[in-house]
């Protein structure tokens, strides 16, 4: 459909957009807040779009980066009917914060692992991405993400639907 070049740059912009609109979201949810509902719906379409275009890169055999894709899709479908279906009724409030956040997370967590493979600087440094600081730059970013999912789970909030 697209040669690699333009899905590679439809990519990599969808995730940027999925990202920069995906922090005010997991802000206000930290505030007890929720982001307006276009904001919110644009974070969980582009997210989903990021990781469906993942899968559209040609390969063979499952690499990591499926294993990471499939994981986003299924925590970005409980976000999505937690927040459409459940109506953040009872428990289904914090199954979308942890969602969401959690999602955020993945998309980080991908641009991280790219920043190690693409950018000169930091591939010197880690160039199998087995190395320390690869390690160290993945664990801030999964115990940011832990504690604001940990701070938004937690607030109590008036989060009614925007």
Known sequence: ?????TLTGLHTWISILAIVIGIP???????????GAGLTAAFLALAFLASATGFLFPFFGVKPSHVVGGIALVVLAVAAYALYGA?????WRAVYVGSAVA???????????????????FAALAPTQSEPPFAIAQGIVLLAFVLAGLRAVRARPGMVPA
């Open 87 to 91: 109506g953040l009724v009872g428990l």
């Open 103 to 121: 999602s955020l997370y993945f998309l980080v967590f991908v641009a991280v692992a790219q920043a190690f493979a693409k950018v000169p600087a």
């Open 1 to 5: 459909m697209f040669d690699p070049t």
């Open 25 to 35: 979201v997991v802000l206000a949810l930290m505030r007890g807040e929720r982001a």
